[in-house]
């Protein structure tokens, strides 16, 4: 995103053709002065209540304020509204709000002066952007679009912990500045619960509200989701068909590229108020997700980020069934059994059950802790009995759904599965947990190509989920995909404890070769070159090389390598008698760490058979 400079506000005042193309007469002209103390410099913009000036403080070395008045000055209820403004955000003191610094009458008229925000608004910001065919403006990138909504939220979280709801959220409610994006017009801002009328705007208004009902926290998310929408797809004017409808996925490019923007944007904007984000800091959770994941898509290079919904060691290389791999859900701290639950540190599964079946207070998070750990105990049963609880009890809790697919997982069910972790990825777009879990039952399911797609977005933007990495090397050599294999190898970071792993599994499929016999000299170089650079105990290493001699012996007797004194290859000459040599001391060194002695001597008879032909 590009910094917006900072510009002499007297440039930023509406025009005359611009007046006249609005059909607005200002009611105060250039230098009428408010007050007493407000000079107006000009018309900035007209609002859904009022208009809105620029003015200069005469009286505080001439600083420039933002003067709203109403377009009616008789209309009683914009009046009510405009107090109610003042009463309610005066006190409101946030770095992504406009500060509100005074309120006055004049003639009349009463005025609302806020302090000016030096910027260019999202809407500008779209339309700005290039033309296409069909004369709209192209979309924002949608990376720089989620930046500016996210940085934005915590102001509207900031409203709604003061028991207030904005109302009237769309692009040109929000000003891009050097500082960051800045919500403005706080014309609409209202009380939750307040039966009076909501002043928002069609495309972006909430249906219930649309239809008289109250505004709330779950309509100012499903605005900030159509503005979102607003700024990323073509939306045409937000109304008519799309009035309160997402365009169809199929049809967009962006939601064919990232499924977690469509989703999270779907929830956001359900019909039913309950099945939204019920706050502004768990859409930003989201949101920041779904960026994270655009990023690594377009830059590609990982995005990590820290996850609020899950918890627990990311790694490993389990197959499809072994779910115990994923990652757990992450202890609300609001949860009244939190502190209780923190306590719990038996490694017995039998005797944790226990103890939280005897917990003082059976909350959601003690119910979900125990049905995980009676899931692990193989009691499937009794762990549904407990999530079929939760869901009487609150049917949008998504983490009952988390439940579900870990048994159906347990209990070898990956349709099931597959449909439990659909739920949960619809509730939390943004998390990689819920991808991950998708691929493993695919997986699971024998479809390879889904299980995939799901591998390569969680490896691809956080690689610390190395189960991804692998799993993913599962799938690609299924289906003959030799090198993208090779490529989910080399995704797992060195500083992943299984960084060794994942290199020991590259460096034997480089020695199968593309056609699963002969490797090239290619590929038995890079093997080499990276058995030299691991840090490898002794019978790993030894094992490794014998591997790596008998591929190239089976290459030179192929015809795919030809000697080369000059080439070496684990410290060996590449010729007959270096390979065998180094073959026969590899098979020497692994015969010190056979089991048995049975063992010791197959592997010394191996060597003495490879050992090169010595005439004397």
């Known amino acids: 995103m590009d910094a917006v400079p900072e510009r002499d506000p007297a440039t930023t005042v509406m025009t005359e053709a611009m007046l006249v193309r609005a059909a607005f007469t200002p009611e ?93 608004s999202l809407s500008a910001l779209l339309e700005q952007r290039p033309r296409s065919g069909n004369g709209r403006p192209d979309p924002l990138p949608a990376e720089d679009a989620l930046a500016y909504i996210i940085d934005v939220l915590p102001a509207l979280a900031e409203l709604h912990a003061n028991g207030l709801v904005y109302c009237d959220f769309k692009p040109s409610n929000v000003m891009v500045t050097s500082h960051g994006p800045t919500l403005i017009d706080l014309g609409a801002v209202q009380r939750v619960g307040d039966a009076r009328p909501s002043y928002a705007t069609r495309g972006f208004i909430a249906p219930e509200v649309a239809a008289g ?120 701290g609001d949860d009244p059994a939190a502190g209780y639950l923190a306590t719990l540190s038996s490694a017995d599964p039998d005797e944790l059950i226990r103890a939280l079946e005897a917990a003082p207070d059976q909350t959601v998070e003690v119910q979900l802790r125990t049905a995980t750990l009676l899931i692990e105990a193989g009691r499937n049963d009794e762990a549904l009995e407990i999530v079929r609880s939760i869901e009487d009890t609150d049917p949008w809790e998504w983490r009952s759904s988390w439940c579900r697919g870990l048994a159906a997982l347990a209990g070898r069910d990956p349709p099931a599965a597959v449909t439990a972790f659909e739920r949960v990825y619809s509730a939390v777009p943004g998390e990689l947990a819920p991808k991950l879990a998708l691929g493993l039952a695919a997986e699971a399911a024998r479809n390879e190509d889904r299980a995939a797609r799901w591998y390569d977005t969680v490896s691809r933007t956080d690689p610390a989920y190395t189960t991804a990495s692998f799993g993913l090397a599962r799938c690609r050599l299924r289906v003959g995909d030799r090198a993208g294999a090779l490529d989910a190898y080399d995704r797992v970071p060195e500083s992943s404890s299984w960084y060794l792993d994942a290199q020991v599994a590259r460096v034997r499929l480089l020695l199968r070769g593309a056609s699963d016999l002969t490797p090239d000299v290619g590929d038995l170089s890079v093997a080499s070159q990276t058995i030299d650079s691991l840090t490898l105990d002794g019978e790993t290493r030894a094992r490794l090389e014998s591997e790596t001699f008998q591929a190239v012996l089976r290459s030179l007797a192929t015809g795919v390598v030809v000697t080369d004194p000059d080439h070496e290859l684990c410290g060996y000459p590449l010729t007959e008698t270096g390979v065998r040599l180094g073959l026969e001391g590899s098979y020497r060194r692994l015969a010190r760490w056979a089991p048995t002695t049975d063992d010791r001597v197959r592997l010394v008879d191996q060597a003495n058979h490879v050992r090169p032909r010595t005439w004397t």
């Open 28 to 120: 105060l002209k250039k230098g009428n002065v408010v007050a007493g103390r407000y000079e107006v410099v000009g018309p900035l913009a007209i609002g859904g209540m009022g208009c809105i000036y620029l003015v200069r403080h005469r009286n505080v070395d001439d600083i420039y304020r933002v003067l709203k008045g109403l377009l009616d000055p008789s209309d009683t209820e914009a009046m009510e509204v405009a107090i109610s403004e003042r009463r309610f955000l005066a006190t409101i003191k946030h770095p992504n709000i406009v500060g509100i610094v005074d309120f006055v009458t004049e003639g009349g008229a009463s005025y609302i002066v806020m302090d000016y925000v030096d910027g260019v």
């Open 213 to 332: 009902g109250e505004p709330s926290v779950a309509s100012d998310l499903y605005s900030v989701a159509r503005t979102v929408a607003a700024l990323c797809v073509p939306l045409g004017d937000g109304v008519g068909s799309l009035e309160f409808d997402l365009p169809d996925p199929a049809s967009v490019p962006l939601f064919a590229r990232c499924d977690s923007l469509y989703r999270v944007l779907q929830r956001a904007t359900a019909s039913e108020p309950d099945e939204r984000f019920q706050s502004a800091a768990a859409m930003a959770d989201q949101l920041t997700g779904v960026r994270r994941e655009l990023l690594a898509q377009r830059d590609e290079k990982p995005e990590p980020g820290p996850s609020s919904c899950f918890t627990g060691d990311l790694g490993g290389r389990p197959g499809p069934a072994e779910w115990h791999r994923l990652p757990r859900l992450r202890v609300s």
